[in-house]
């Protein structure tokens, strides 16, 4: 069982920003894919971007251009670090990881999950 632990979740106004950080338990970036998702109560987990093993970057449209994904794999921690937030990016974010060479997009390919934090972004 792989340990995700998520922070730095908080309240900022639109046009803020957070950067939210994912620590595993121990090296999983050279063989698992590792993955944002955020979820708004009442709707489905919606992917935002993630890191394959190979290294490749990839954000969803939604979030392109304001939203970063890396990582520091000495430290076994993932980013996300969100700029020009807006409201309708209020929720839990979740940092997620999967033994996969190619990230999925689904949120139930991933059988590893952190407990989230939460973001919320007002007006």
């Known amino acids: 069982q792989r340990y995700l632990a998520e922070s730095g979740g908080g309240s900022v106004q639109t046009g803020g920003s957070l950067k939210l950080s994912c620590v595993s338990s121990?090296?999983?970036?050279?063989?698992?894919?590792v993955a944002w998702f955020r979820q708004v109560e009442g709707k489905e987990r919606e992917w935002v971007g993630d890191?394959?093993?190979?290294?490749?970057?990839r954000t969803a449209d939604s979030v392109k251009g304001r939203f970063t994904v890396s990582q520091d794999s000495a430290l076994n921690t993932l980013y996300l670090q969100m700029d020009s937030l807006k409201p309708e990016d209020t929720g839990m974010y979740y940092c997620a990881a999967a033994r996969f060479w190619h990230c999925p997009d689904s949120a139930s390919s991933f059988p590893h999950w952190g407990q989230g934090t939460q973001v919320t972004v007002s007006s």
């Open positions: 890191i394959a093993p190979a290294g490749t970057v």
């Open positions: 121990g090296d999983i970036y050279t063989s698992y894919c």
